[in-house]
C-alpha cells in the first residue's frame, strides 16, 4: 500500500494558515491591509491579552456586499486580482485571497460590514474553519473584523505564543508601521482599554512620526524629497546626531508597504559614511516610488520582503538622495532648556543613584570620576610635539614645494617654540559672512560665539575636523585617479563568485586605480589606487566584489567611502585637540571659517560641531518674558 496521502482540506487549511498566521500581530497586519485597500481613512484597531483572546479592526472603507462575506473567507477568493497579468503590476497590499480564510481556520470569526447605499449590513460567522451562517446585521459604512481565541483548535501553535504584552509590543510594532506608510490615515490602537496610539491622518508624514516617536525624534530630522529615472524617494532622515544602536529605527515603504530591504538599508548607511560613528546606525522613514513592473512583492508569505529587477538604480537612487540631504542641511542642534527642577537636585545623588550592579551581583557605589568617565580629559603625550618647522620640512619633503596649506599643524609647544605671529590659514573662500562676536573659550573645547539673535557653541576639535575633511575630501574628488604599481603582484584569495563578479566589472573596477587578473580563486593585483596600502587591498576588493554583486554599490562608489573613511581618520588626528591650549589665531579662524559654511555641522563621526541657543530661551530662563 502506497506511503503518499492526499491530505483533507481541513488539514491543507491549517497548514496554509501557518504561513501567513503566526501570531496575534499577523492577523492586525492582514486585517489592516486589508481595511487600506477598501479605501478607509479611519482604522482602529483593539486588542486584549495580547490579542490571543479577542482582536478587533474597525473601518469606515466601502465594505463587503451581503452576497460576498461567504466568499471573503474561502481560500484563493479575492477582489483585487483576476488573472495572471495582474501579478505583473500589483499596487494593493493584499492580493492572494488567503488572509482570511487563513484566520478563520484557527479561531472564532465574525465580519459585519455595510456598504455604500445598502439598506442594513450583514455578518458571517467561521468556527475553526466552519462556516456558522449569515444573517442581516446593523451597523455603519465600513467593515468591522472580530478573531476570538487565537489558535483554541491548535494548540501546538498556541504554546509558542510569547507573554501577553511581547504580543502586545508586536501589535504596536506592526500598526506603527502600517501608520508611517500611510499618514493620510487616522489610526487608533487601543490596548486593554488603552489608547496606546492615535495619529491625526492629515496626510503629513511628519505628524504620523510625531505620533510613533514622539515630539524629540521628529525634531532632529531632515526631509528628503527626490526623484531620477523613475525612482521616487521621500520623507525623512535622522540628522547624525539622531542615530540608534541598532537597525529598529529604519523603516523602509515601497510603493506604501513596508518591506525589509537589504539594498535600501546598505544604501542608507553607506550614504552616512563620515557623519556617524562606525558603531551606530541611522534612522530613516523613507517611501520608494517604484514602477510595480520592476518590483515583485509575491517572494514571501508575509510580503516583507521584495525583489527588484535591477537592485542598482534602487541603491544610488536611496544613496545620492541621502547623501545630498547631508550635505545640504544646515541645521545645528538647539541646545535644550534645562529641566526645570531644583538646582540643588542637580548636585545630589541618593544612596540608590550611586550604586552599579557588577557582575557577581553586589553592587558598589560609583566614585565621582567614574560618574563623569565620558568627560574628555587632555592625557600626557608621550611623544615630542611635532613643531611647525618640522611638519613644514616633512610636507616639502613628501609632496614637493607646492602650495602649502597649515591647517593641520599641532599646537605649538610653547614651552620650547614661540607661538606663530599670524594664525593658522584654513581655506580662503571669499564668501560674506554676517557679523559675529567671539566671546571667548570655556575649558579649553568650547568657543562661545555671539551672532544675531542666537549664541553659537563651537567644539573646536570638531568643527576644525569637518573642515579639514571636506578639503581632504574636495581635493581627492578634483584629483585624477593615480595608480601604484606594485614590484612583486599581489595574490588575493576570493570565493568564486566574488571573482566572478571582479571579472565581469573589471572595467568598473580598474577605474578607480587597480590593475589585476583574474584565475579560479584568486585575483592578481599588478597596482593599487594610490594611498591604498597594500594589506588593505584584499578587503577593499572583497568589499567591492561583495557589493557587485548583491547591488549594494559599485566599485567607485566602495573606492569613495574606503577613501572618506581614511580621510577621516586622517583629518580628526591633524584637527586641534579639546581640552589643550591654543594662540588665539587657531580658534578665531575656525570660526571664520565655519561661519562661511552653515552646512558643516556634524563632524565625520556624527558629533555635532555647533550648538545654538537662542536669545528668547535665555529671556525664558531669566524671566524676562
Known sequence: MGKINVLSFAVANLIAAGEVVDRPSSVIKELTENSID??????????????????????????????DLPMAVRRHATSKIKNENDLTAIMTLGFRGEALAAIAAVSDLRIMSKTEGADSGAKVEVSGGTMLGVSDHACTKGTTVIVENLFANVPARRKFLKKDITEAMAVTAVVEKIALSHPEIAFRLIIDGNIKLDTAGDGKLLSAIYAVFGRDFSRALIEVNEKSEGIGISGYIGRPDNCKVNRNYQNFFIN??????????????????????????????????????????????????????????????????????????????????????????????????????IKDGR????????????????????????????YVNEYIKNHGSGRLDLSTVPPVNSKKEEAPKEPVRIIERGEEVSEYRIIGEVFNSYVLVERGEKMIIIDKHAAHERIIFER?????????????ILMIPLEVMLISE????????KKEVEATGFSFSCGKNTVTVTALPDGIESGAAA????????????????????????????????????????????PKGYAEQVVAELMKI????????????????SKKTFDRQFKRE
Do not use: W
Open 38 to 67: 477598501a479605501g478607509a481613512d479611519r482604522i482602529t484597531v483593539e486588542i486584549q491579552n495580547g490579542g490571543v483572546t479577542f482582536m478587533r479592526v474597525s473601518d469606515n472603507g466601502a465594505g463587503i456586499e451581503r452576497d
Open 256 to 357: 506604501g508597504r513596508y518591506v525589509k530591504s537589504r539594498t535600501a538599508q546598505a544604501a542608507l548607511e553607506q550614504a552616512f559614511t563620515s557623519y556617524m560613528a562606525p558603531e551606530k546606525f541611522p534612522v530613516c522613514v523613507l517611501n520608494i516610488e517604484i514602477n510595480p513592473m520592476l518590483v515583485d512583492v509575491n517572494v514571501h508569505p508575509a510580503k516583507l520582503e521584495v525583489k527588484f529587477s535591477n537592485e542598482k538604480p534602487v541603491f544610488e537612487a536611496v544613496y545620492y538622495t541621502v547623501r545630498a540631504a547631508l550635505t545640504k542641511s544646515s541645521d545645528r542642534p538647539e541646545m535644550r532648556e534645562p529641566a526645570k527642577t531644583p538646582i540643588r537636585a542637580s548636585f545630589t545623588l541618593r544612596a540608590s543613584e550611586m550604586q552599579t550592579p
Open 363 to 390: 553592587e558598589e557605589a560609583l566614585s565621582r570620576r567614574q560618574l563623569y568617565a565620558d568627560i574628555e580629559t587632555p592625557k600626557s603625550e608621550k611623544k615630542a610635539e611635532i613643531t611647525a618647522e618640522s
Open 472 to 484: 581632504l575630501k574636495k581635493n581627492m574628488q578634483s584629483t585624477e585617479i593615480v595608480s601604484q
Open 498 to 505: 566574488e571573482v566572478e563578479a571582479l571579472e565581469r566589472y
Open 539 to 582: 578587503d577593499m576588493l572583497s568589499t567591492m566584489a561583495g557589493r557587485l554583486l548583491d547591488g549594494t554599490g559599485s566599485a567607485e562608489l566602495t573606492r569613495e567611502i574606503i577613501f572618506e573613511k581614511a580621510l577621516y581618520q586622517g583629518s580628526c588626528k591633524a584637527a586641534i585637540k579639546a581640552g589643550r591650549e591654543y
Open 598 to 613: 552653515p552646512d558643516i555641522t556634524f563632524c565625520p563621526h556624527g558629533r555635532p560641531v555647533a550648538m545654538e541657543m
